[in-house]
């Protein structure tokens, strides 16, 4: 059993010494001892030690040398990236998407898996680890070196009972018990969340809600979704189902938009905003392929302008009570409508309520739900690289 360093001895200082090394090398990329002590305040000595101890624990290791003038060259040294990943999935009905994050931050490829729509032909342990799979291989790393996989779902994971709801997109796989299904069967640690909840995590740290206070996140896809941003933490709720907001009634003077709707996903799920796009002659087959056609057709500016009233009927709602410094309108619809839908939106939210918030358009250039897992992932290879500095003998 591992004794936890006494703050002040002599244990205490290397490993926290050990600490600031890795850090700097996270933050910094390749540095040499020399750089590694100015960057902390420590001497050469110390420096010297502390990389010593890291490479001896296969921590960090020698990438190349720096030309230090007159003298030898000087050994240049960086994190052992593959010592400890983590793959992100993204996964519905059809589709599987995943890569692997490394401590670095190194951006790996990503990969996109067809699924069968057969119960028979999947099961949760055998979908996570053919993504685990095939992420690693693109990346060129090892399988065996992958310690947590993050997973982004269509539902809600409750955390008091480990249980999936709202989950209509994951064929064969168990409702209950499932995050330790999943760890037992692979034998590493499995984070699940909700996927418009990492979109929300990567749109905090790379898209419109990078410098906001808070924010909401509206996904509009084939489903709906909503993520609330306070302060840099998802609201989840207390079974992990805040934000279904397609189940939500809309307001009866919502109904002439579309008589037929009941709900906000009758309003602008993807079945109405398909159906809005064949109105105006934009011809595909499903509705990701009429997105896609929106995008180029000239009649965009008409289907926005359909669309928006619908979606100010879901965003009043979520201002009133949430009152969010920022609403940010994403998933696949959000994208395709860009900054002209969210002024629209803006617009007729100003016309029916009393709400003033600042409307935009999704800033994450891609993979919303699968850049969320990443962050999720890269915080967390790096603890674990910082928890092995303390298995460190001197």
Not at 74 to 86: E, I
Not at 121 to 143: K, N, Y
Not at 230 to 257: F, N
């Amino acid at each position: 059993m591992t004794t936890k360093p006494v703050p002040g001895t002599p244990s205490w200082l290397r490993e926290t010494n050990d600490r600031t090394a890795l850090a700097l090398l996270l933050e910094h990329g390749v540095l040499t001892r020399t750089r590694i002590g100015e960057l902390s305040g420590l001497s050469k000595p110390t420096a010297a030690q502390m990389v010593s101890r890291l490479e001896t624990a296969g921590l960090i290791h020698a990438v190349g040398e720096v030309s230090g003038g007159r003298g030898p060259n000087a050994a240049s040294y960086a994190v052992r990236a593959d010592r400890v990943l983590g793959v992100a999935v993204d996964i519905n009905y059809q589709v599987m998407r995943a890569t692997v994050v490394d401590a670095s931050g190194h951006e790996h490829p990503t990969v996109t898996v067809t699924l069968s729509r057969s119960a028979k032909d999947r099961s949760a342990a055998t979908d996570v680890q053919t993504a685990i799979d095939a992420a690693c291989e693109a990346a060129g790393t090892p399988a065996d070196a992958v310690r947590t996989v993050a997973i982004g779902v269509q539902g809600a994971l409750d955390p008091r009972t480990d249980e999936l709801s709202f989950v209509e997109t994951l064929p064969g796989w168990p409702r209950k018990g499932i995050r330790r299904h999943l760890e037992d069967a692979l034998g590493i640690s499995v984070h699940i969340d909700n996927d418009v909840n990492l979109a929300a995590i990567a749109e905090r740290s790379e898209g419109a809600g990078e410098d906001s206070s808070g924010f909401a996140l509206l996904w509009m896809g084939d489903g709906l979704g909503l993520s609330v941003d306070q302060g840099g933490v998802v609201h989840r709720g207390a079974s992990g189902g805040a934000g279904e907001i397609g189940y939500l009634p809309i307001p009866k003077s919502a109904g002439r938009l579309d008589p037929e709707a009941s709900d906000l996903q009758g309003l602008i799920g993807g079945t109405s905003v398909a159906r809005i796009a064949r109105s105006h002659g934009i011809r595909g087959r499903s509705y990701a392929a009429l997105v896609q056609a929106i995008a180029d057709s000239p009649q965009r500016e008409a289907v926005l302008h359909d669309l928006a009233p619908r979606i100010a009927a879901g965003v009043i709602p979520v201002l009133a009570i949430l009152d969010p410094e920022l609403v940010v309108l994403g998933g696949p619809t959000g994208r395709v409508g860009g900054d002209r839908l969210a002024e629209l939106v803006g617009q007729h939210v100003r016309r029916a309520s009393r709400w003033t918030a600042t409307i935009v358009s999704t800033d994450v250039a891609e993979h919303p739900v699968l850049r969320g897992a990443r962050e999720h992932l890269l915080a967390e290879v790096r603890n674990t690289l910082f928890s092995e500095v303390s298995r460190i003998t001197a």
